[in-house]
């Protein structure tokens, strides 16, 4: 055990073994959304995001270190800080680590947090710029990329609406690059969010491929909305009915519509366009 945990509270583990009760705990995680929604906790691989997750207070279970994170010194100091917190450390094996991640490379810090959503009552439009609404989002590398690009642009967060993709999942964390631990999420149902939508103080603009506006055109004052649909089926009727402006991004050639990812990319810039008056 390295002297730099030595000195701290908490506790150390030294694990070897496949059969472990907490390795196998966290294939569990990795592998099935039930034990994820049942635990409330998710796994995270790599030093970055378990920086970025100390530095914006999330809480982290345990925290697994390859024989390469024991000799870096920045994995130490993460490993001292979250001990300090009260995290489980736990000195893994490089076969173990694989064994967690089901890769051949694997990372040399895996981290186990405890997940965080909100309800609705979090989204207070005072002091908002954008929300971004997720109409059922089924694609969990789709939801990566989106929470992070919704970083990107300083969103306020990002609401999922009703059944969607699992925001905890070993392929969407993954996708985000560490902005799960920067934008808040909320989740709710179709229902709740008509009714939080009706005293919504701004604009509410969803995208349709039947839209009447151009996306250039749209209002998008602040506090806005802005409301993407599913993958598949796009924008719910009572959704897109409960918007204040449907708008389209123009298209050419034979493409039917754009990938959602992509759409929420152009969209986001576009907001954040309007709101630096560029
Ligand atoms: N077949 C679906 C439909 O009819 O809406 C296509 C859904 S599209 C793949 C997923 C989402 O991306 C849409 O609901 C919309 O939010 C957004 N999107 C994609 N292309 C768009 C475009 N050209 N204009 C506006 N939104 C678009």
């Keep these: 055990m390295s002297s ?5 509270e908490g506790s150390v583990k030294q694990i070897t073994s496949h059969s472990n009760p907490i390795v196998k705990e966290i294939k569990g995680l990795v592998a099935q959304r039930k034990h994820r ?8 691989e790599g030093l970055k995001l378990a920086t970025d997750a100390l530095d914006a207070g999330w809480k982290l279970r345990y925290l697994a270190l390859g024989p390469e994170a024991r000799e870096n010194k920045i994995a130490m100091e993460a490993a001292a800080k979250a001990k300090a ?5 736990l000195e893994v094996s490089t076969a173990v680590l694989s064994a967690i991640t089901r890769r051949d490379n694997p990372q040399m810090v895996v981290g186990v947090y405890e ?14 710029k954008t929300w971004l609404c997720l109409d059922r989002i089924r694609d969990p590398g789709n939801l990566g990329t989106i929470i992070r690009t919704a970083d990107a642009v300083g969103a306020s967060g990002v609401v999922l609406i009703g059944d969607t993709t699992d925001p905890f999942s070993v392929e969407t964390v993954r996708a985000t690059m560490g902005s799960l631990f920067h934008m808040p999420l909320v989740r709710c149902t179709e229902e709740e969010f008509i009714s939080f939508r009706s005293k919504w103080p701004g604009p509410v603009v969803g995208t349709h491929l039947r839209g009447n506006k151009d996306y250039r055109e749209a209002d998008y004052g602040e506090p806005v909305l802005l409301v993407m649909g599913n993958e598949q089926a796009g924008l719910s009727d009572p959704l897109a009915d409960s918007c204040s402006q449907l708008v389209k991004i123009p298209q050419e050639g034979q493409a039917d519509s754009l990938n959602l990812a992509i759409a929420t990319a152009i969209m986001l810039f576009e907001v954040r366009r309007a709101h630096l008056k560029l």
Excluded at 37 to 44: K, Y
Excluded at 115 to 128: I, R, W
């Design 85 to 89: 917190r009260g995290t489980l450390i």
């Design 4 to 8: 730099h945990l030595k000195q701290r």
């Design 37 to 44: 929604r049942e635990s409330g906790l998710f796994v995270a």
């Design 115 to 128: 997940q965080q959503v909100h309800t609705l009552k979090a989204v207070d439009p005072t002091g908002a």
